[in-house]
């Protein structure tokens, strides 16, 4: 549990200090900042993952660098991970029903959390809505 704690600490920092890097250098109204932190957790995951299956790694540093730093730094990258491995195992019809419902149903439960915030403001504190 320790090991896990500290990745993650070192991962959330991490997320913080390069989307933040990366999107004042880009000056853009889209988020390069958030897809440069998930894009390199999933690079990250895939390198550490197949590494991991061809060498003796400690369990300990394990936790700390998949459970913990790329868990803080990224879910994206277990997703991206997810995905892959059900291609690996050959289940197209599953990669597609991941991706799809992940990617789809991601932006409908922001929307819906959106419009759930709303209604509870409403409820709670009427003079702010």
């Not at 390199?40 to 700390?64: A, H, K, M, T, V």
């Not at 730093?69 to 291609?87: K, P, V």
């Amino acid at each position: 549990m320790l090991y896990i704690a500290l990745g993650g600490s070192a991962g959330a920092v991490s997320r913080y200090l390069i989307s933040g890097a990366v999107s004042r250098t880009s000056n853009e109204v889209f988020p390069w900042g958030t897809m440069a932190v998930n894009l390199f957790g999933s690079l990250l995951i895939g390198f550490f993952i197949e590494l991991f299956s061809r060498s003796l790694i400690p369990e300990n540093l394990r936790s700390f660098l998949i459970i913990g730093f790329l868990g803080a730094f990224t879910t994206f990258s277990a997703y991206a991970m997810e995905s892959i491995n059900l291609l690996r195992g050959n289940e197209i019809k599953f990669f597609f029903q991941n991706v799809l419902i992940h990617n789809m149903m991601g932006l409908v439960f922001v929307v819906f959390g959106i419009y759930l915030s709303r209604i509870v403001i409403k409820l709670i504190a009427p003079s702010i809505a």
